[in-house]
């Protein structure tokens, strides 16, 4: 007979947005089942964020010596030893896996189970033999990389995020289907590692962000050779001696790329198969379990958050919704929403692209031609100077009375400078209060503060102004 396991919350997938709900819920003394079938840890740490970024900073330190010469040290073209960096990227990752292991979780009084979940009836998930019924459920079984339906895709070798950071010797030339955040990351850290890359993409560069920021990291990683198609479709797939060959089409005429890698990086696929969804009265569509704001499924019982719950894909939205779900299945009477208005996002690419709110386009068909776009490029700031990154702008977008709706910073450390930015949107702040802070010297901070400052030109030197400035002279 197989065991029945009571408790207050089950928890199924142990990535950012399970291990942050099972946390947050043994503190609070409440009796937690997590059920995870693959890593501890989720894509973020074993197959996304930490790796990309890990891959990335490799990437940057080689580009960083062939450029040494515009700080009059003699520029090398690195070698560069690729399983070593392999080996630097798992060792990132294995630095961090304590804190999201079994071993931890089970410290805080967490029963981990390493096996598939799956409801088997509204109040009950079946994992590893055992039954679990609790209280309250949290979905969190993230999401994977989507393969496009392209002719001959399934006859090659396909690498996708789960697979691509396993790579120990240097791909000759990586084709990555996908321009988005991932596509892009991935083919300038493989380009400054010494790869041949191109980049195919159906519609346009990191088409979800601000087009003049995109293209200021366009410009960026065609300089340094990788190669873009966009606007094509793909019209097959093709596996050869050398590796693999990819066929676009654009305007009519088609171009067959040949190269020894192909990435896929084209869109995720939430990860509901098995689930038993259906079984336990959950609503789901391709895009994910259906939510309210309160993050409850259909099932009044089962929440859903991160990826999985088809809104933003990040790995700080799983966290953000899995504070929203404690409060509401362990604190219910009391309940908490989740609001998306102020979701930041960084591509950290170099120049690093980060975006909260609306863009200046997004604001003006939202709010209309009232709006207020202010910028300050990164050419004028002293410290992107001193660093020789002049390339990138701060664009901040405010409604017609001045409170902040978005910002748009893509430059050096792009990521680091939004913050103030998300709370300056979260609570509509009047731009005018920014550009009154005292930013340290120099810093890239102050292409924030010094685009705000734009805010008050028109007023400063109105006609108004003018006449008060000449009256206030006579005295
Ligand atoms: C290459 C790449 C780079 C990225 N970079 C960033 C970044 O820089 N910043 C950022 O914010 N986000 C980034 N992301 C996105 C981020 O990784 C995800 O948004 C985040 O991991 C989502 O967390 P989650 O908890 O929803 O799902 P996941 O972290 O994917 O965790 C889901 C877990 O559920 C498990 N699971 C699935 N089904 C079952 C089942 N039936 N039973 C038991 N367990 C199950 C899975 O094995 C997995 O461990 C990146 C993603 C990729 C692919």
């Known amino acids: 007979m197989t065991d029945i396991i009571e408790a207050d919350l089950c928890v199924i997938g142990a990535g950012s947005g399970g291990l942050t709900v099972a946390a947050g819920g043994a503190q609070m003394g409440a009796r937690i089942v997590l059920v995870e079938k693959g890593k501890m840890g989720g894509d973020c740490l074993n197959y996304g964020c930490v790796p990309s970024k890990a891959l990335l900073a490799a990437g940057h330190a080689a580009q960083a010596m062939r450029e040494a010469g515009r ?4 520029p ?9 960096v392999h080996d630097h990227v798992r060792g990132v990752i294995d630095g961090i896996a ?24 509204p109040r009950e998930v079946a994992a590893g033999g055992q039954r679990i019924r609790a209280r309250r459920f949290v979905v969190a079984t993230g999401s994977t990389a989507a393969i496009p339906p392209v002719p001959g895709i399934g006859d090659v070798p396909v690498l ?31 380009r400054q590692l010494g790869c041949r890359v191109t980049v195919l993409e159906m519609f346009s560069l990191l088409g979800r962000d601000d087009p003049e920021a995109a293209d200021v990291v366009r410009r960026r990683l065609l300089a340094e050779g990788v190669a873009i198609h966009e606007g094509i479709s793909i019209q097959g797939v093709s596996g050869g001696a050398g590796g693999v060959t990819v066929t676009i089409e654009r305007d009519g005429a088609t171009e067959a790329i040949e190269g020894s890698h192909l990435l896929v990086a084209a869109g995720r696929k939430v ?20 939510v309210d704001a309160r993050l409850r499924t259909s099932n009044r019982r089962v929440f859903a958050v991160g990826d999985v719950a088809g ?3 990040f790995t700080h939205v799983a966290s953000y919704h899995a504070g929203i779900v404690l409060r509401n299945a362990l604190f219910w009477p009391i309940p908490a929403k989740a609001n998306h208005d102020a979701v930041p996002w960084v591509t950290y690419t170099d120049p690093e692209l980060a975006q909260v709110g609306l863009t200046d386009l997004q604001a003006k068909e939202k709010l209309g031609d009232g709006i207020n776009v202010l910028r300050w490029p990164l050419a004028e700031n002293d410290r992107a100077r001193a ?12 409604d017609r009375k001045g409170r902040t709706v978005g910002a748009t910073i893509v430059g050096l450390h792009a990521g680091e400078l939004i913050l103030p930015w998300v709370l300056a949107v979260s609570g509509k702040q009047k731009v005018g209060r920014m550009a009154g802070v005292i ?33 206030l002279q006579k005295f």
């Open 271 to 290: 990860n509901i198969e098995g689930l038993g969804l259906d079984e336990a009265g959950i609503e789901h569509s391709p895009k994910g379990i259906v």
């Open 439 to 471: 930013a340290p010297y120099p810093t890239l901070s102050e292409v924030g503060k010094r685009a705000a400052g734009t805010w008050y030109i028109p007023k400063l030197f109105s006609e108004r102004t003018r006449r008060i400035v000449r009256f």
């Open 160 to 190: 996708t995020n789960e697979t691509i950071f396993d790579l120990d010797t240097r791909p000759e030339h990586l084709i990555v289907i996908g321009g988005g955040p991932i596509g892009a990351e991935m083919a300038q850290a493989h």
């Open 71 to 74: 700080f009059g040290i003699s």
């Open 76 to 84: 090398v073209e690195p070698e560069i030893d690729f399983a070593a």
């Open 387 to 398: 660093e020789r990154k002049p390339d990138g702008f701060a664009k901040i977008v405010t």
């Open 311 to 313: 809104g933003y894909q």
């Open 98 to 121: 304590p804190t999201d292991s079994q071993e931890r979780f089970e410290g805080m009084g967490v029963q981990v189970i390493r096996a598939a979940g799956r409801f088997t009836g």
